[in-house]
């Protein structure tokens, strides 16, 4: 009997950071760029958002997986990344 295997390539969550009083707008804002950036290049990428971490920190990311992840970092020039788990 054959055994199926499906490998899923890793996702990463490109993540920018924003701290003050206006974080919350700011990463709120910036999502939206990420998504026109990803309808004007044509990307196959589903996931962004943006998260309040607290009043005076906020961030915005996209998730991406691991063959778009250095293209990626290299255009769009994220803070920091970390491995994505739905």
Do not use: C
């Amino acid at each position: 009997m054959p055994l199926n295997i499906v490998f899923m390539s890793r996702q990463i969550k490109l993540i920018w950071d924003f701290h003050g009083p206006a974080s919350a707008k700011t990463a709120e804002h910036h999502e939206i760029h990420l998504k026109e950036f990803i309808a004007i290049e044509k990307l196959p990428i589903s996931i962004t958002g943006f998260e309040i971490k607290d009043e005076m920190h906020a961030i915005a990311f996209i998730v991406v997986n691991d063959e778009q992840m250095i293209p990626m970092r290299d255009a769009l020039k994220p803070h920091r990344g970390e491995l994505y788990m739905p």
